[in-house]
């Protein structure tokens, strides 16, 4: 066994020598071919002897065994969030605070990498232990998945004992070819690389992760204790002698004049990285003085992060198509010439209402300034009323519903059309999509492609005929093959045992949140009590209000639901309460204890169940910003709360990023 130790241990320090060389230097000295052979041996030996296996062997970069949850770990110290800037006058405002605070400095200008934060430990100079961020205080143990970025080094040069933090992300070459991956399987693209990084790295299984050919930037030191550094240039210089790969654009300015130089530049040529960066950090770069100047509760004094503004650019608008969603609301959608924004190619963007397309006088032809909202949504800011073709005409809704030609009505108080016809074809396909989600039935599997493809070959009318489905029904429709309709048949038969509050929900009975749901299914139990409650009991239930308790009981009152339920019944449909009491759930330590405050208007879901989904994780949701609030979440046109939080320097989630954090939830 001796000779064999000493190959393992040859193939260790060459694997990782070749390694750093690749993913750090970005100056390889062997070819690929070379390095996966050496790989391939030293698997090959671990496999026959598995106690030669450590924690720190170049094997691990390929993943291990899969993980059935990830642990919680508190950090060490808290990981902070940075206050915002947004223009000239913010910077300015940070500068002179820094001046009056400790005179004169340099600043340290570093590209904001739009990832995830982690958080690396290492004992005597070996990688023990990566966390997420998490809420700054409690991050989750993801060391298995971090050990599959070849840019973590697992053993340093140095055998030193700290914690470094930096921005794990995927690159644009790992994200164009992982959603060419999804769409050739048929599955959700992801949004961005920001996203896909932050799923990646919440794999339960590290081979996935692997496969997802992540990267990272470290750009902080926990504790100098160790070091020699006196500045954050001198840290970072130490981090690559360590082995660590840095973002090597960072600049050391004198002034703010410079910072707004580097800005400048950035701004400009930052579609020329091979990553995406979503702003600048700028650091007083002397340690003595970060020290001198400390912290808030939430972010340190001596450093501010400078967001981008939101890209816009010129497209010219095709056409308005309109889509019905489950409650009947007419929703117009700007067919555009594509455009690339942010990143992306945008080719569609939502216009709300037939109110919002009058007041910004948006026309079929007319050339439109486009952006992200939040980066993420895409919508129309203006016309450019100089480029309007002649002939143009003022846009109006139609009267009538495009899917089942019913008359639409504007109900008084709302701004929206909606079409009232209970039989349109459009809310029916849109209801059973509902039907299927995640947070009611979770059928796996059926997407609104298929469902789609089911309503138009009668083979489903409603929610219960999705439970008489049969292999026979399944294969001749498009892309289903015997192993894909075997698994949509078992994801359907899983679903009968749902709990009684997923089945409400899924229902979609107006006003009827995810909240609601599940406190009528704890106290009445049965669907049979369900069905016998009275608008007066109801409203005497806390999170029921009286629109809710009339819509519900007129809701059971009708005999086509009844016998829809009947129908679900008869195929084994759970009709009883198995789920967990709210009063034994503890909420998520990402939300418990939180006061949280929504504003704008959100699209994915209502701020109602957007509220009643945070109360259940034990958040606090307020209606002001104030200095003891926790988290703003923004929607489309959000005003003056958006505003304050800007000010105050409260952490901001958009829309995406709140259903990003509940998809990672559901995973776990």
């Known amino acids: 066994m001796g000779e064999l130790n000493k190959r393992?241990?040859?193939?260790?320090?060459?694997?990782?020598?070749?390694n750093y060389e690749y993913h750090v230097q970005d100056h390889p000295s062997v070819p690929d071919a070379e390095y996966d052979q050496l790989l391939a041996e030293l698997i090959h030996i671990e496999e026959k002897h598995p106690e030669l296996r450590t924690a720190d062997s170049p094997t691990v970069r390929v993943g291990g065994q899969a993980q059935s949850t990830f642990n919680k770990v508190q950090h060490d110290t808290p990981m902070l969030s940075l206050g915002n800037a947004f223009n000239e006058e913010d910077l300015r405002r940070f500068d002179q605070r820094v001046r009056e605070a400790v005179g004169a400095v340099t600043y340290m200008c570093e590209l904001k990498i739009d990832g995830l934060a982690v958080s690396l430990k290492y004992v005597n100079g070996r990688f023990v232990q990566g966390l997420t961020?998490?809420?700054?205080?409690?991050?989750?143990?993801?060391?298995?998945?971090?050990?599959?970025?070849?840019?973590?080094?697992?053993?340093?040069?140095?055998?030193?004992?700290?914690?470094?933090?930096?921005?794990?992300?995927?690159?644009?070459?790992s994200f164009l070819h992982l959603n060419e991956m999804k769409k050739k399987n048929e599955e959700q693209p992801f949004a961005n690389p920001r996203n896909a990084a932050a799923g990646s790295l919440r794999q339960l299984d590290s081979?996935?992760?692997?496969?997802?050919?992540?990267?990272?930037?470290?750009?902080?030191?926990?504790?100098?204790?160790?070091?020699?550094?006196?500045?954050?240039?001198e840290a970072l210089d130490e981090?690559?002698?360590?082995?660590?790969?840095?973002?090597?654009?960072?600049?050391?300015?004198?002034?703010?004049?410079?910072v707004l130089d580097y800005i400048a530049y950035w701004t400009e040529h930052r579609e020329k990285l091979p990553y995406d960066i979503?702003?600048?950090?700028?650091?007083?770069?002397?340690?003595?003085?970060?020290?001198?100047?400390?912290?808030?509760?939430?972010?340190?004094?001596?450093?501010i992060a400078y967001k981008f503004p939101a890209e816009e650019v010129v497209s010219t608008l095709q056409n308005i198509e309109l889509s019905i969603g489950r409650t009947g609301v007419v929703t117009p959608t700007a067919?555009?010439?594509?455009?690339?924004?942010?990143?992306?190619?945008?080719?569609?963007?939502?216009?709300?209402?037939?109110?919002?397309?009058?007041?910004?006088?948006?026309?079929?032809?007319?050339?439109?300034?486009?952006?992200?909202?939040?980066?993420?949504?895409?919508?129309?800011?203006?016309?450019?009323?100089?480029?309007?073709?002649k002939g143009t005409k003022t846009y109006h809704?139609?009267?009538?519903?495009?899917?089942?030609?019913?008359?639409?009505?504007?109900?008084?108080?709302?701004?929206?059309?909606?079409?009232?016809?209970?039989?349109?074809?459009?809310?029916?396909?849109?209801?059973?999509?509902?039907?299927?989600?995640?947070?009611?039935?979770?059928?796996?599997g059926l997407g609104t492609k298929i469902i789609e493809q089911l309503y138009e070959h009668e083979l489903i009318r409603d929610v219960a005929d999705i439970f008489y489905l049969t292999q026979e029904d399944l294969l001749p429709l498009e892309r289903m093959?015997?192993?894909?309709?075997?698994?949509?048949l078992s994801a359907i038969e899983a679903s009968k045992q749902r709990s009684l509050e997923h089945l409400l929900f899924g229902l979609g009975i107006r006003h009827l949140g995810v909240k609601a749901s599940q406190v009528l299914a704890e106290k009445y139990e049965t669907m049979e009590r369900l069905l016998a409650v009275t608008e007066e009991e109801l409203v005497t239930i806390h999170d029921v209000g009286e629109k809710l308790a009339q819509s519900f009981v007129t809701y059971m009152a009708n005999k086509d639901i009844r016998a829809l339920l009947d129908k679900l019944t008869a195929q084994g449909v759970n009709m009883t309460f198995t789920g967990q009491k709210l009063s034994q759930v503890e909420g998520h330590p990402d939300f418990q204890g939180k006061t949280i405050v929504l504003t704008g208007k959100l699209q994915q879901m209502t701020r109602s169940e957007a509220s009643q989904w945070l109360k259940q994780q034990g958040a606090k949701v307020t209606n002001s910003v104030t200095r003891s609030t926790d988290l703003v979440i923004v929607g489309v046109d959000a005003g003056s709360k958006l505003v304050k939080a800007e000010t105050l320097g409260t952490p901001i989630w958009n829309e995406q990023d709140f259903i990003d954090k509940q998809s990672e939830m559901s995973e776990v």
Not at 239 to 258: C, P, W, Y
Not at 481 to 488: D, P, S, T
Request: glycine share 6%; with cysteine; hydrophobic share 40%.
């Open 278 to 303: 979503d702003g600048i950090v700028i650091k007083v770069n002397d340690i003595d003085h970060q020290d001198e100047m400390g912290f808030t509760q939430k972010s340190p004094r001596w450093a």
């Open 239 to 258: 981090l690559d002698a360590l082995g660590f790969k840095t973002n090597q654009e960072r600049r050391e300015v004198t002034s703010i004049d410079g």
């Open 481 to 488: 093959g015997e192993k894909k309709v075997q698994n949509l």
């Open 335 to 389: 067919v555009l010439e594509p455009v690339r924004v942010a990143g992306t190619t945008v080719s569609r963007a939502s216009l709300h209402n037939e109110d919002l397309i009058h007041d910004k006088d948006i026309r079929i032809g007319d050339s439109v300034v486009v952006k992200k909202a939040g980066d993420i949504i895409p919508e129309v800011v203006r016309v450019v009323i100089e480029r309007r073709p």
């Open 207 to 233: 081979k996935l992760a692997a496969a997802r050919k992540l990267d990272i930037f470290l750009y902080s030191i926990n504790d100098f204790t160790e070091l020699e550094a006196t500045s954050q240039s």
């Open 133 to 173: 961020r998490g809420d700054g205080t409690i991050g989750e143990d993801i060391t298995e998945n971090l050990k599959t970025i070849y840019a973590i080094p697992l053993t340093l040069k140095s055998p030193i004992s700290f914690e470094v933090r930096g921005e794990a992300f995927m690159p644009r070459s």
């Open 397 to 444: 809704m139609p009267t009538h519903c495009p899917s089942c030609n019913h008359e639409l009505v504007r109900i008084e108080g709302e701004v929206a059309l909606r079409c009232i016809n209970p039989k349109c074809q459009a809310q029916l396909v849109e209801g059973l999509i509902h039907f299927v989600s995640r947070q009611a039935m979770n059928i796996d």
């Open 8 to 18: 393992v241990a040859t193939l260790h320090q060459l694997l990782h020598q070749y």
